[in-house]
């Protein structure tokens, strides 16, 4: 294991929109149904790396400054950032309040650790990342939405690092606020046009399924009973840190998806009833999902439970009627759940990307059904293999650049808890696909060799039969 390079912490401040910016200077954004099922889930953990091959003077008498000062800019229109969640009694609903001179934790701080080893998409301790999060408060009569760390590795580089309360937004509300502070900080504020602002009215969400009512009350039972000054005592899932667990990057580029979508594809083709190839995103993870099952199964991890899922988000804004706007700010996702039989997946991955697949169709069929059991669904699944989806390769997050050039890496810590592997779109060229994945030592062993080793089968043979019995 790597030795934990603890950070020297520089500064610790608030930062806040300018007095009197954000009108009404007090207001309330009552959860939505889309927001609520994300309250028990601990929070989401961004690094940002950027190559700054300058001495730390630079760095804090001329950015940092410019990053508060873009940054209190960019709060006047994401000012719930800002707020804080609480759920009064009165009304029994969770909401996001903000108040004039609420502002967001930002702290400053100082590492000796290799920038280039951090940054790179190479093997590495899990915990290496920890002193880079800053730290935000999950639990609670009212908790903050949203924490800041900038962390300078002299003469190397920066890492702007972000936590925040998935109830606040989506991947893809997040991304926007992200931008749009990078914007400003690149190019002023001149540079927001009126279509670019967020979108913050949520009670254009609408339902029909009871859905809030019946989110509230397995909430209501998961939070239990505790109440501190009027409001309910939050909490989220207590997921512990593993030990010795690592990290990885692992990037599918352009031509790696074609092939495997074509291979994918050439298994559907005995199935007359398939006709249309599957989506990259079907085709990576369905592939990710085998290869894990694999590696379980070589290192003898696999539990007795032969039941195995995959769970991953689907964008809802286009898909409601009426469709909002992609420009909202706030959660407008839902989870797809896929469950199957191990022994069923195991023979062809053309098997888990139907199963995705035919998640998706079911939900066009009515984005919102099923909705009222995502808590409880979330709170109860036990299956022995469960691989999510976090993120997604059409965020444009290693667009983000603040003035000083594109993200070198873009990494989500927080999947060192729940397991997920974090989808973005690749570093190193169009088209491509990269996740990460937080597995032990000798999972992580395996599965390289699995998914490397079949990846390398597409590219070095034509697609025969041969090579589909060969590729796993």
């Not at 989506?170 to 991304?175: E, L």
């Not at 409601?320 to 797809?336: A, H, K, M, V, W």
Request: aromatic share 10%.
């Amino acid at each position: 294991m790597a030795p934990f390079k603890p950070v020297k912490l520089l500064d610790l401040c608030k930062v806040a929109p300018p007095r009197g910016s954000v009108v009404p200077t007090y207001t309330s954004l009552p959860l939505t149904f889309f927001d609520l099922l994300w309250l028990p889930l601990p929070p989401v953990e961004l690094l940002f790396f950027y190559d700054f091959p300058y001495p730390i003077s630079q760095f804090t008498h001329s950015l940092l400054p410019h990053l508060k000062q873009s940054l209190s800019c960019t709060l006047i229109h994401f000012y719930p950032f800002s707020g804080n969640l609480s759920w009064p009694h009165d009304p029994n609903h969770p909401m996001i309040c903000y108040t004039e001179g609420d502002s967001v934790s930002f702290s400053v701080a100082e590492s000796d650790a290799d920038f280039y080893h951090l940054s790179s998409n190479n093997l590495k301790d899990a915990i290496e990342s920890r002193p880079l999060v800053p730290h935000l408060p999950a639990s609670g009569p009212i908790v903050p939405m949203l924490a800041l760390q900038v962390t300078v590795f002299p003469n190397n580089g920066i890492c702007i690092a972000a936590t925040h309360h998935h109830s606040v937004c989506d991947g893809r509300g997040f991304t926007h606020f992200m931008r749009t502070w990078a914007s400003i900080s690149k190019l002023g504020v001149e540079s927001l046009s009126p279509e670019s602002l967020p979108f913050l009215d949520r009670t254009t969400i609408k339902e029909d399924y009871g859905i809030t009512k019946i989110l509230l009350n397995d909430l209501d039972r998961f939070m239990g009973s505790e109440t501190i000054l009027g409001n309910r005592r939050l909490r989220v899932m207590d997921i512990e840190l593993k030990p010795n667990m690592v990290r990885a990057t692992f990037e599918v580029n352009e031509a790696s998806g074609r092939r495997l979508k074509e291979w994918i594809f050439s298994q559907y083709k005995k199935d007359e009833q398939q006709t249309i190839p599957p989506s990259k995103f079907a085709a990576i993870c369905a592939y990710t999902w085998i290869c894990l099952l694999k590696a379980e199964a070589k290192v003898g991890e696999s539990k007795t439970n032969n039941t195995t899922s995959f769970v991953f988000n689907v964008d809802c804004r286009a898909r409601l009627d009426p469709p909002i706007q992609e420009t909202y700010l706030g959660n407008c996702i839902r989870s797809g759940v896929v469950i199957a039989e191990k022994t069923d997946l195991m023979r062809e991955v053309a098997v888990a990307a139907q199963l995705i697949r035919n998640v998706v169709l079911e939900m066009d069929k009515g984005i919102l059904r099923g909705m009222e059991r995502s808590v409880s669904d979330l709170l109860e699944m036990q299956y022995s293999r469960i691989l999510a989806a976090a993120g997604s390769s059409q965020l444009g997050l290693y667009k983000i650049d603040f003035g000083f050039g594109k993200p070198k890496k873009v990494e989500m810590a927080s999947i060192d808890r729940t397991g997920a592997m974090f989808l973005k779109e690749s570093s190193n060229e169009g088209g491509g696909i990269e996740f990460d994945l937080v597995l032990n030592r000798k999972e992580m062993d395996a599965f390289v060799s699995v998914f490397v080793g079949g990846l390398n089968v597409l590219s070095e043979h034509s697609l025969s039969p041969s090579t589909s019995r060969s590729l796993l």
